[in-house]
């Protein structure tokens, strides 16, 4: 019996098909990003979607194929090809679901459901209740079957790797719903073009089945409307999908924040304080012991004051990643602020500790590289052991931190284990330093002024500002009672900017008493000089008190000028700019380069007084001290010997070449009243 079909309905049954196989593609999506009932939901409603999508396409198909007699459809068959459909629909998103999907898998699963969808299809023919039956082209049939095991592999493939969500995949999927879709149609024509309908066939199923008028259009909105809502509801699950990541997202962002430092990614306090908590609770269940190690960047100000924050940052991270690189991964590092790390780590004895404080001292006080410039700071390092050194966070980290400045007082670049008398020094440091912040403002500092002669019976040429603080109930302190913590606290900068001003003050008043010969020398300290205020401190101290830079001499240790000598040679040639003198003090103690030291800006060197408190006990003082005077002789220098304090000794330095000497034999630090006292003793004299 010849048959013939419905161009429009051709077209449309395409259509139901691409849209079925872009809502199964999305449910599957679904499905796989879904656990719990949420899935369970998932499965159930794409099945229905899905299957019935695809029944919606075989059907419209089935309704487009026109006969020259009445055409109908028996219910219950026909709803057994659509129970079919759903079943394959549910078994193709289960096996979508599963985290693999296996050669040996995706071979099986075809097989099941391609022929899943042909039982569809020809159950749906039979529904037709043809008589005579409907007979099928044998080679036609199995085509179909193929077809539709070819389909559905890769269907199920593409299904699987298009699970994800996203602009690329969305483009991917649409593409894919194509083929798909034209696949199944494939298979239904294909299969539709097996069937052999025998000549004066009746249909059964035309007076009790289902009548076919209208029915395709129906059909078809029915099942578009069921597959838009599915995909609404799909599209609104991805939105809900991607604002509930950005949330959690954020959330992370938030807790990386409140838990993390910023700039080094480390944990911060409140981390390290959950982290010490923690570990004292093992410890004290398991019996063990664990160490905290305190550690301070020496020298770090320094690298800020310089080169900038921005510099000081970059050596923080890179200080981190260090650190990192000897920590293993079960300790805590975190970073408290500034300059301050911190390591929690388990220890069986106090070995371990010392052990890794030494291999983090090592390891920070290597040269730095920032920005094509090599930075040198070193790790001072406390350590404090649980239960031994206290039992709660507050008190390991407080001695950690006691521990860690002995260290700097021993010489920083190394470590110290926590001790009990520690925390009076701590106490008795925290109220000198406070004590100390308030000396400028209640003008407690005064200058005393040192002597510097060509002979004990003059004259004079010059006088070194040397620092006293006049500390209430406590009476006149010097230097070394201060000045380490002023350095270490950063305090040494306005206490030396006071010390600039004050001796360039006194220093006009003697001009002005007719004092033109002498000079007055002041001692920068290595965070004075580093520091990118002095050129103008001093400038506006000469300037403030009308003094000409001639009068005023800076004193540099050797080690300060030579600890980067780069930057000390910049700004020691802007310092001899202004006309100010520089004087390279304490001589022979350091590690001078000649190469630098010809080019420093300097106009005396000081021979340290280690070398003159020997020089007439017959041993190799003298030769040392002859080759600095000739050396400073060489380079144009005058030589000034410090710690004088016998007649053999200024005897011995006169014969060697010394231009002036300082010392307690020409004279000791006094107040200016009392040195210009002296000054008249000798002219009398």
Known sequence: ???????????????????????????????????????????????????????????????????????????????????????????????????????????????????????????????????????????????????????????????????????HVLLARVGASMAMGAAIVGMHYTGMAAARFPLDSVCGAALTGIPTGGLAWTVIGVTLGVLAVALVVSMLDVRAHVLARSLDKANSELMQLALHDTLTRLPNRMLLGDRIEQAAHKATRNGGSFAVLFMDMDGFKAVNDVYGHHAGDLLLKEVARRILTVTRGEDTVARLGGDEFVMVMDVTRPEEAAEQAQRLVDVLGSPYLVHDTAMHVSASVGIALFPENGLAEHDLLVNADAAMYHAKEQGRNGYRFFESA??????????????????????????HYQPKMVSPGGPLVGVEALLRWNRPEHGLIAPDGFLALAERTGLIVPIGNWVIDEACRQM???????????????????????????????????????????????????????????????????????????AIDDFGTGYSSLLYLKQLPADELKIDRGFVTELARGNDDEAIVSAIVALGKTLGLNIVAEGVETAEQQALLERLGCDAMQGYLLGRPMPPEALIRSVAHLARS
């Open 1 to 167: 019996m010849p048959g013939s079909y419905s161009a429009t309905l051709v077209v449309a049954s395409l259509l139901v098909a691409v849209v079925a196989s872009y809502t199964a593609l999305t449910m599957a999506s679904r499905v796989a990003h879904s656990r719990g009932v949420a899935a369970g939901l998932w499965l159930a409603g794409g099945s229905f979607a899905m299957g019935l999508g695809i029944w919606a396409m075989h059907f419209v198909g089935m309704l487009a194929f026109r006969l020259p007699i009445t055409v109908g459809y028996d219910l219950d068959l026909t709803v057994l090809s659509l129970l079919i459909a759903i079943g394959s629909s549910a078994f193709a998103l289960w096996l979508v679901f599963q985290k693999e999907l296996p050669r040996l898998r995706l071979g099986l699963g075809a097989v099941l459901m391609g022929a899943g969808i042909a039982a569809m299809h020809y159950t749906g023919m039979a529904a037709m209740l043809m008589m005579p039956e409907v007979t099928y082209d044998a080679l036609r049939f199995a085509a179909s079957v193929l077809i539709a095991i070819l389909a559905s592999g890769a269907a199920l493939w593409i299904a699987f790797r298009l699970r994800g969500d996203g602009e």
């Open 422 to 447: 520690m925390n009076a020094n701590v106490h008795q440091q925290l109220l000198l330093q406070q004590a100390l912040r308030g000396a400028i403002d209640r003008r407690e500092f005064v200058l």
């Open 508 to 582: 006009r008043a003697w001009l002005d008493d007719g004092h033109r010969d002498w000079t007055v020398a002041v001692n920068l300290s290595t965070m004075q000089l580093t520091h990118p205020g002095l050129i103008e401190v001093v400038r506006s101290a000469l300037e403030r008190h009308r003094l000409d830079g001639r009068y005023l001499v800076l004193e540099v240790t050797e080690y300060t000028a030579m600890r980067d000598a780069e930057a000390s040679l910049a700004i020691l040639n802007q310092v001899a700019a202004l006309g100010v003198g520089i």
